[in-house]
């Protein structure tokens, strides 16, 4: 008997092939045809899923977004403390392949913002949100005595959001730029920058001499 296909699980598989379509041509040069070809059905068949290019590209925006949220979740694991902000951070300098192609991805999408501004709004609700999540894990590290007194968590938030995706665009567009031992250098810094003396000596770490000042 002939499998039942699942909409979302297919809709799901064509943003997967704009992704490699992306990675492949470029955005500027991503098409309905060369989707297709990537996804190995017919256009016919894309149109069934979706009205058009746009709505086809928006949702492969969304799935891209939802993707690099639910890495954190993976990566974060049984950590604690500051441990969950090395592994986030981390996670950029050694993505697996897929994590890398999503950031391709989204970085190719920043194109598009000026001309399309449905995107334009949904990448700025998704930033509010990836900013929120992160600013209740840095509150949450606040209220456990992890991050040094006086910071704030929001402004922490958009400092981490700034390395974080620095990290994650040279990595996906110019991987040999900052070598392993460098990038954690660079955490490592960032960490001593934020962290209390107490979480700094569980870790193993030196306070930065402009933190301790």
Same mark, same amino acid.
């Given at each position: 008997?002939?499998?039942?296909? $699942? ?14 379509? #992306? *990675? ?19 256009? /016919?068949? %894309?149109?069934?899923? =979706?009205? $058009? ?7 492969? =925006? ?8 639910? &890495?954190?979740?993976? &990566? &974060? /694991? $049984?950590?604690?403390? %500051? ?12 993505? !697996? ?25 949904? =990448? ?8 929120? &999540?992160?600013? !209740? ?14 910071? !704030? ?7 981490? =959001?700034?390395?974080?995706?620095? %990290? ?7 991987? !040999?730029?900052?070598?392993? *031992? ?11 920058? #934020? ?8 870790? /193993?770490?030196?306070? %930065? ?5």
């Amino acid at each position: 008997m002939p499998r039942k296909v $699942d909409w979302d699980e297919r809709r799901a598989a064509l943003a997967e092939a704009v992704w490699r379509t #992306i *990675q492949r041509h470029g955005i500027a040069h991503t098409s309905i045809r060369n989707i297709a070809e990537e996804s190995g059905w017919t256009r /016919g068949v %894309l149109q069934l899923y =979706f009205r $058009d290019k746009d709505e086809l590209m928006l949702f492969a =925006f969304e799935l891209a977004s939802d993707h690099a949220l639910e &890495v954190n979740g993976r &990566v &974060v /694991g $049984d950590a604690t403390g %500051l441990e969950v902000v090395r592994r986030m951070l981390m996670s950029f300098v050694r993505p !697996d392949e897929e994590q890398r192609l999503v950031t391709i991805v989204l970085t190719a999408f920043v194109a598009r913002i000026p001309t399309h501004p449905e995107l334009a709004e949904e =990448f700025r609700q998704r930033w509010i949100k990836w900013l929120r &999540v992160t600013e !209740d894990i840095f509150s949450g590290l606040a209220a456990a005595g992890a991050l040094r007194a006086g910071l !704030d968590p929001g402004l922490t938030a958009i400092e981490y =959001f700034s390395l974080a995706a620095g %990290l994650s665009q040279v990595e996906a567009i110019v991987p !040999d730029l900052c070598e392993l *031992q460098q990038c954690e250098r660079l955490v490592d810094d960032y960490l001593r920058k #934020i962290g209390s003396p107490a979480e700094l000596e569980r870790l /193993g770490l030196e306070p %930065l001499e402009s933190a301790a000042g």
